[in-house]
C-alpha cells in the first residue's frame, strides 16, 4: 500500500514540476522555435501571439524530447561516480527501482482533471434551452488563437491551457517517447542474449 501511495505521489510531482514548467519556463522552448519561424519567414506572428497559438505542438514535442532522454541511467552513472569518490556512501541500500515508472503514467492525474473541466466548460454564448450547448470546445482547448471567438475566450483560457491541456500533452507524449525507447532498447538487448546463448552451447 504504501508503494501505491509513493509511486501516485511521484505521479502527482512530476504533474506539478511540468505546470510550473509551463506556466514559468515555456518561453525556454517557445522563443528559440519563434525565433528560428521569424527568421525563415514562417510567420510574422509577436512572440506572445506565436506562445499562444503554437504553444501547445511546442510543449507536447518537447515532451516527447525530453522522454527520449534515459534519466534512470544517467542518475546511475551519476550514482556510481559518486561512490567512486565517496566510497563509504557505497554501504547503504540502494532505493528499489519502480515496477512501473512513473513517468509512464504521471498523465493520468492531468488527464482526468483535463476530462472534467473540459466536460464541465461553458461558453458565453451558449444558452441552459440549446441542445448543442457550448460549441467550439475543442478549438478552445486546442485550437490556435486565431482560431478562438469571443465566446470561446475568457479570463480562464490561459489557466485552462498551461494547467491542464499543455502539461497532458507534454505527459502523454513522453510516456510515448518513453515506452519507445525502452521498447527499441529490449529489442536490442534480446539478439545479444541470444547470441551469446548459441555460442555457449
Known amino acids: 500500500m504504501l508503494r501505491a501511495v509513493t509511486w501516485c505521489a511521484k505521479c502527482l510531482f512530476l504533474y506539478f514540476l511540468v505546470v510550473v514548467a ?3 519556463f515555456s518561453w525556454i522552448v517557445t522563443t528559440p522555435v519563434w525565433a528560428l519561424a521569424t527568421r525563415m ?3 510574422q506572428l509577436t512572440r506572445v501571439a506565436f506562445v499562444l497559438s503554437y504553444f501547445l505542438p511546442i510543449f507536447a514535442a518537447a515532451g516527447f524530447l525530453v522522454g527520449l532522454i534515459p534519466f534512470g541511467k544517467l542518475g546511475k552513472a551519476l550514482g556510481d561516480l ?5 566510497p563509504s556512501a557505497s554501504t ?4 528499489e527501482p519502480d515496477p512501473v515508472p512513473p513517468i509512464l503514467w504521471a498523465w493520468l492525474p492531468v488527464t482526468l482533471a483535463f476530462l472534467t ?3 464541465t466548460w461553458q461558453s458565453r454564448n451558449s444558452s441552459v434551452l440549446d441542445p448543442h450547448r457550448s460549441p467550439g470546445r475543442i478549438e478552445r482547448f486546442f485550437g490556435p488563437l486565431y482560431a478562438q471567438t469571443a ?4 479570463d480562464k483560457w490561459i489557466t485552462d491551457r498551461f494547467l491542464f ?3 497532458m500533452l507534454f505527459l502523454m507524449a513522453c510516456a510515448i517517447a518513453v515506452l519507445l525507447r525502452y521498447r527499441l532498447t529490449a529489442s536490442r538487448k534480446t539478439p545479444v542474449e541470444t547470441g551469446t546463448g548459441d555460442e555457449s552451447v
Open 22 to 24: 509551463a506556466i514559468r
Open 92 to 95: 547503504r541500500l540502494a532505493p
Open 41 to 43: 519567414h514562417w510567420t
Open 82 to 86: 559518486f561512490r567512486s569518490f565517496f
Open 117 to 119: 473541466r473540459f466536460v
Open 165 to 167: 491541456t499543455g502539461p
Open 151 to 154: 465566446g470561446l475566450l475568457d
